[in-house]
């Protein structure tokens, strides 16, 4: 029994450092829980096999989980909230927004505004369809009008992937120099294209929301992961600069 109350005052301590928030606090509850749940089965079935790497990761949580949950109670997003999924909501469009830009509209875009730590949309195509990520650049060189993903790697300014990524792309997905590989197609989720897109409105919120499309309708809804959720909470929704541009 002195177990399962120092676990309880271990729970409630995680969950109410948080008085400022007031009346919210049962909300805030919520989205902690949600999101604790999810990331620790995350990690549990892809989490790091190093065992330094992986306490590490479990010791960021808590710090991570309230950062997110403040941020989702009081925002200034165009989204609505899920607290008992700890996600974010918006109707879903009948097809993924921003799949057929303006090569030269992204291009201009992101030699403008391409910067350590912008966070950007990533559309990702798979066997079953469609989805949008966020990543974040971590490297830009405007001599190459190219830029660096933290997850997804090397593209250029008009949104495709740079040559050797694209390679490595092609090559995990069963696309090798003499053609297809049939057995990867048992993989449904193996990706078969990767393309920047310029942030707008309705592609960043259906990032944020998770939607996914299938071929012919719309697809369920994927969690977001911890990485994922904390990117969110950086997006300038004004006009999707770093803040303090433009």
Same mark, same amino acid.
């Given at each position: &029994?002195?177990?399962?109350?120092?676990t309880s005052s271990t729970q409630s301590g995680f969950f109410s450092n948080s008085g400022e928030l007031g009346g919210a606090q049962p909300q805030f509850t919520?989205?902690?829980t949600? /999101?604790?749940e999810r990331e620790l089965l995350l990690i549990a079935h892809k989490g790091p096999s190093n065992v330094s790497i992986l306490r590490r990761r479990l010791a960021g949580l808590p710090h991570h989980i309230r950062s997110v949950a403040r941020y989702l109670i009081d925002n200034n997003s165009p989204l609505d909230i899920d607290p008992h999924n700890g996600s974010w909501f918006i109707k879903q469009p009948g097809k993924c927004p921003g799949h057929s830009q303006p090569i030269d509209k992204k291009r201009l875009w992101y030699g403008q505004y391409a910067d350590y730590g912008l966070v950007i949309p990533i559309c990702i195509t798979t066997l079953e369809g469609m989805h949008i990520e966020l990543d974040s650049i971590d490297s830009v060189n405007h001599a190459t009008n190219t830029l660096h993903t933290n997850k997804h790697g090397w593209f250029s300014f008009d949104g495709e992937m740079a040559h050797r990524e694209a390679e490595t792309s092609q090559h995990k997905a069963g696309f090798?120099?003499?053609g297809l590989d049939t057995s990867s197609f048992t993989d449904a989720n193996a990706v078969l294209k990767?393309? /920047? /897109?310029k942030p707008t409105t309705?592609? &960043?919120a259906s990032a944020c929301s998770g939607h996914m499309w299938r071929h012919k309708s719309k697809g369920a809804p994927r969690a977001l992961s911890l990485r994922e959720m904390r990117l969110s909470t950086h997006i300038n929704w004004k006009n999707f600069t770093l803040k303090g541009q433009a």
């Open positions: &029994m002195a177990s399962d109350g120092h919520e989205i902690c949600a /999101l604790y090798g120099t003499t990767r393309q /920047l /897109l309705a592609i &960043m």
